[in-house]
């Protein structure tokens, strides 16, 4: 069975995950804009020409700016601003989402006072984990988006909450010109 994959965000750096896993040929890939007409340009031009110059998106690359359309998928793929994190996972839920969900963007999330923390900043883990209904994780660098995209040599760690998560992110986007290894940090199971 080919794995589903979703990468969610049009950027750089979505495009160039949504185009490495495209050329792997082992799962099918959706990226999602969020708006339909950026996604209809990406669709039509199969080029990304403002964050990628010069980059050809494969042909088995399928764009949609429907979020419901990417909702049944097996693996999501973030690649927003971190901020913006909490709100794509509430809009995937409203759409009924479930599949483990990893993200890209580096930083941190601002959050209120609760039981769990004092107000003030959180890793994204430390905010989706206990709302989402699946395992959660996050890839990083040390790696560049354009060097993804153009298939030079690069690679990216990956840790989550659960260490099936991890060995399954990891399969699908290790490749001939991407290394991935997986995180052993002791507050993420890996």
Avoid at 83 to 92: F, G, Q, T, V
Avoid at 103 to 123: D, I, N
Wanted: hydrophobic content about 50%; overall charge positive.
């Amino acid at each position: 069975m080919t794995t589903r994959v979703a990468v969610l965000g049009a950027g750089a750096w979505g495009t160039a995950l949504a185009a490495h896993l495209a050329r792997r040929g082992d799962a099918t890939v959706t990226l999602w804009a969020r708006d339909s007409d950026s996604a209809r340009t990406l669709a039509d031009a199969r080029r990304n020409e403002r964050y990628l110059p010069g980059v050809a998106l494969p042909k088995a690359l399928c764009v949609s700016g429907d979020l419901a359309a990417v909702a049944q998928s097996d693996l999501l793929i973030a690649a927003t601003p971190m901020a913006a994190l909490p709100e794509l996972a509430d809009a995937l839920l409203r759409v009924h989402a479930h599949a483990p969900l990893v993200w890209v963007s580096k930083g941190f999330l601002e959050v209120p006072a609760s039981a769990v923390w004092p107000a003030g900043v959180a890793l994204g883990h430390q905010v989706l984990e206990s709302r989402w209904p699946s395992p959660v994780g996050v890839v990083s660098g040390p790696s560049f988006a354009e060097e993804v995209a153009r298939g030079l040599p690069t690679a990216v760690a990956v840790a989550a909450t659960k260490s099936s998560l991890a060995t399954k992110v990891g399969e699908l986007l290790r490749g001939d010109t991407m290394r991935v290894m997986c995180s052993k940090a002791p507050w993420l199971k890996c």
